[in-house]
């Protein structure tokens, strides 16, 4: 027999691979954390090829309000962070 790892323990186990963050209209930081390039794309409204100029450090002048870092944060423990502050 074969078991599928479904629900909770599978999304736990996952990775946070970005970490995006912009300064709103009323000055306040957003900071958003996401498991893939396309997750982002199509949550935020950015296309792909314009992340990842981002990340090597070009120019893209659409979206300059954007702050776009490569991280490696385990999920679970992002979820913490975010329940206790």
């Given at each position: 027999m074969v078991?599928?790892?479904v629900g909770k323990k599978s999304e736990q186990r996952k990775t946070f691979n970005l970490r995006i963050s912009w300064v709103n209209e009323r000055d306040?930081?957003?900071v958003r954390r996401?498991?893939?390039k396309?997750?982002?794309a199509s949550e935020l409204g950015i296309s792909y090829t314009s992340i990842c100029r981002k990340l090597k450090g070009?120019?893209?002048?659409?979206?300059s309000y954007l702050?776009?870092?490569s991280i490696r944060e385990p999920a679970?423990?992002?979820?913490?962070k975010q329940l206790l502050y």
């Open positions: 078991y599928k790892t306040e930081t957003i996401y498991f893939t396309i997750q982002a070009m120019p893209v002048p659409k979206y702050n776009i870092q679970q423990v992002g979820v913490v």
